[in-house]
């Protein structure tokens, strides 16, 4: 045991406090902002959010107005103009859609997507793992097999069968995800709440007499969130790539309701030919969000490391 | 005297925290003569450890800052290249650690990590390496050495893998040994045994040694000299014997007052407490005389008959019982009120797992448990929370006792608010009376745990216990993580707190010099049974047990004029793991003096 | 061993049985393959005889028992849009997506494990930092994305490299390999290097922080006070404790890697099971897709199995009964 040259002499055991009092979420937050890297994450995230919210303001043409639309506006190569003076600034696809305004509708399916689906991923895999903890036994082994099982599966395999069952369509698509991934929040709070469940300050709640309920939510909940906010962070990112490929497959979302995935896949045949516009940007924009999401993720997988608290 | 083999000058280490560097040892100098052992002793934060690892230039190159002056072998060790070091640690200094249990590296083989010093210093092959291995191991009294060595660390228990680790440290006959904290981890006859181990090399290899160290007793049994370290500093330096008859620094006095005496107790009737050391002047004030607390006329606070708790070890796809630990077996005992009884005992001894059980943390199998007249293994949920009202538990870690995230305030209120007993706003001045009733300030409830040093914070659990005014507070090795001086006001404040309020307190405990200070009655527990119960003066004094002499004869005693021969054995601390088939045999005790029972066969 | 190894198998048996029944059912309840079978111009009458033949007016329990019982004789029923056997398609493509895949994962480990024990043992190097900002990269770029740039890159710009396809294969043991000649190689890089990109990052990420976890540990520090030089100590010390944890790892990335080629070969016109099994899904070839999960099955069931006994063997800690 290394000497903390911080550690208040005992002799004295003076009153002078070693650091401001603040509440977790203030001083996560604080060291957040402090972290280059982070902030950047933030930023791309918050971009993209705020865009994807105002995209009906923000594109200059809605892409899936179909009357709107002349084909002969198609593959135009960034920056020309329209017959009637709309600028294409990322130029169009096969269809005549400008670019720029299908890429911020297809940031907000693919953000719908991800975000929701790992949402209620997160709060039905959450009870299931607190729940598996709480009871132990049987009912915690067989849950847990099952969610080992399911983790050996890769998650793309396990999406491909459920939307070869389904068919296509945004909520089957967000049901496929909640199935691949509720089993990491599972795995990743039933760890956590039995470690918890094992340490001095539940004991002493116990011995309180605090009743169970009080206990869980009030006590090892609370302690179980970091790890599951850093698993979190990541599966939405993931799960925003997974609809992507597997939009990309041709076997996630319709041609009615493309995200950025389907607007790669569009493009595709097209790039040999040389318009590689139409795949790359919407790539580019995808690549962006997913960046910032994990640069989040990995600066508080270093901020909330339990080892760094006190 | 000779020319020191190890000479300090100046030494000053600091670290680099958050940017800025904090002097973490400060302009410390002494000597190690040859054949000498010399004792660095101090609480935590004192520096101790980083002097010894300053020495070997163990520290991070970048993280670090050593400047000063170490003469070894005619060298200045802070002086040479980085390179040169390998060739002197494990050749000319050998180093051991506190920890036994992760001193190895788990996936290798012993006889490989021994095999390599011997390659790499003294250019032995393979072949010559392995018998020479088998034969450190032999002198480090490990039974069947030779077929040990393809063995993995973890078919050594924590005694026998520190006798490893001595003998790769000894590998190549260094002139000098440090040691740090080695026995820290290690129970009392375990440490009583690697203590007289490192003694018998020590005369054997005419080497030095220098010993870190925070138990005085250890430094009084072992050492020649000793430095005494507080933030940093070396304040103190002398002849063991004169630091401990006519200490001179005020820190030195207050920490050898501080520290109980085994058997420095005999002929006291009551407990005692801690002497108060004013820190500037080194005035002791003696101690006020304890008063009577304990009410023999009363109805006991706690009885326990035949208590029995046992764990099921399960294994394999189909969870089959292969075997089971009988952590508590037949254990029976009475508490008045406003009394102490210690349970004393090694690992796995079953001494914590009786006070869970007592208030059904742990659930027991057998027995009865009586609190204030309440039956407490049938009390149903409603009947259970009356009775944790009346008893409460201090848990050993001061730091995982708290939840992190909670305000200590809004932690002590939690029992009260969840008992109902009063509302929300009363509460908080609840609170801020506890707090002052442990000795510490209104104000700090805003704090969170993080924010107080260890000692402050087993004051709040104190005062948490307090909150709902149990008659009875169980102890669960409550001091043993603390710093000797903290551990002398902790003990200070539970019996101010039994005087004043009457509580009777069931403590456990390791540490039979401090159980020696606070109790009316002792229990010596021994792999999950009662093998010798009585009154403080008759166990301590007229000890009948084995097993209780052993223990009372591993104890180190924190004065040099008292050092006893030493003549202790191999044995190891049994386990209480069990085939499923056993039946433990029945017990008889007879009665070697008034309250005073001890266990036959 | 071989009681552990029974256990094992058996537990594999019940997880195919039960998987396979979930799918079948699920199967069944959705679309009519039917239409895959016939063309639009078929005849009522002519849909009528294909139900019968193809046994799909039966009820679904009927339709499953069938399904079993031929599946224990090694037939898993006939395409539906090739009318051949279903498992012989299959095992006719796993070849090259097997090759796909474990090339991928001999480049992930030959380049993220040294660069991620670097970034461990010099976490604040400049050189440390931008491994790790890149490996952030790594993992967050689509696969299907950057095949497409590579292909723009490689083939279209400066045509050093084929946009698609599997290069001249060699057999080996009746196998065939495309690794070893040239051609193949040249088709084998694009795609392999695709796949393995994700990996490569996983791996620097898990392998620095297994190195720095384990240089804090206690034994590091005593093997240093042994005066043992650095190499050694990395190289022994360090080494083996970080890369046993590795190979759990190593074992599910290679799974994972073998279902992500789905991706990669559509992208690469990679003649192995992805394309096969997408196809499959897109038109309901229930034989196919039935096939192709229960192979999925036993391959990641054999490799979790080899990765246990691998670690048992490595690890004197891990016992395979659980004991330790």
Known sequence: MSENPNTASSVHDGTDPISLSTSPFRRTMAALRADRLALIGMSLVVLFVLAAILAPILAPQNPYDLSRLDVLDGRQPPGTRSAGGMLYLLGTDDQGRDLLSAI??????????????????????????????????????????????????????????????????????????????????????????????????VDAARSMALSDASILFRHILPNCL????????????????????????????????????????NGFEYLLSGDYWISFFPGFALLLLIIGINLIGDALRDILNPRREG | MAEPILSISDLNTSFRVHGKWQNVVRNVSFDVHPKETVAVV?????????????????????????????EFEGRDLLGLPIEEMPSIRGNRIGMIFQEPMTSLNPVLRIGDQIIEVLVQHRHLTHAQARSEAARLLERVRIPSARSRLDEYPLNFSGGMRQRVVIAIALACDPRLLIADEPTTALDVTIQAQILELIKTLQEEEGMSVLFITHDMGVVAEISDRAVVMHRGEAVETGPTPQIFASPSHPYTRALVSAVPQLGSMNGLDRPLRFPRVDLVTGEIEPPPPTADTVRRDAAPLLKVEGLVTRFDVRKGFLRRTIGRIHAVEDVSLELRPGETLSLVGESGCGKSTTGRSIIRLTEPRSGTVQIDGCDVRTAGKAGLAKIRRQAQMIFQDPFESLNPRIRVGDAIAEPIVAHRLCDAHAARDKVGDLLRRVGLSASMAERFPHEFSGGQRQRVCIARALALEPRLIIADESVSALDVSVKAQVINLMLDLQERYGLGYLFISHDMAVVERISHRVAVMYLGEIVEIGPRRAIFENPQHDYTRRLMAAVPIADPTRRRPRRVGNEEIESPFRAPTYVPPNRTYWQAGEGHFVQLG | MSGYLLSRSLQTLLTLLVMSVLVFVGLYLVGNPVDVLLNANATPAERLEVIRSFGLDRPVWEQYWRFLTRALSGDLGNSFVFNQPALRLILNRMPATLELAFVALVIALLIGIPLGIYAGLKPRSALSRSIMTFSILGFSLPTFWIGLVMILVFSVTLGWLPASGRGQTVSVLGIPLS?????????????????????????????????????????????????????????????KNTLIPLITVIGLELGSLIAFAVVTETIFSWPGMGKLIIDAIAVLDRPVILAYLMLTVVMFSVINLVVDILYSLVDPRVRLDGSS
């Open chain 3, 179 to 239: 690794f070893l000649t040239l051609d193949g190689l040249s088709h084998l890089i694009l795609p392999a290097l695709n796949l393995a990109l994700f990996k490569i990052s996983l791996v620097i990420r898990l392998t620095r922080a297994g190195v720095i976890e384990t240089m804090e540990l206690d034994f590091v520090r005593f093997a240093r006070a042994k005066g043992l030089p650095e190499r050694r100590i990395v190289r022994v010390h360090v080494l």
């Open chain 1, 226 to 265: 970091p790890p599951l906010i850093v698993v979190a962070t990541m599966r939405v990112a993931y799960a925003i790539m997974l609809e992507a490929t597997l939009s990309f497959l041709g076997i996630g979302l319709p041609v009615t309701q493309p995200s950025l995935g389907l607007l790669i896949a």
């Open chain 2, 42 to 70: 101090g609480e935590s934060g004192s520096g101790k450890s980083v002097t010894a690892l300053s020495i070997m230039r163990l520290l991070s190159p970048t993280g670090a800052r050593v400047t000063g002056r170490i």
């Open chain 1, 104 to 201: 911020l509708y297809g940031l907000r399916t693919s953000l719908l997507v991800g975000v929701s689906s790992a949402a209620v991923a997160l709060v039905l895999g959450a009870s299931i793992g607190l729940f598996s903890a709480y009871a132990g036994g049987r009912i915690d082994a067989v849950l847990m097999r099952i969610v080992d099982i399911q983790l050996s599966f890769p998650a793309i395999l396990i999406a491909l069968i459920f939307l070869a069952i389904l068919g296509q369509g945004v909520d089957k698509i967000i049901i496929a995800l909640i199935v691949t991934q509720w089993a990491y929040y599972a795995r990743t709070i039933r760890g956590s709440a039995l470690v918890e469940r094992q340490r001095a300050y």
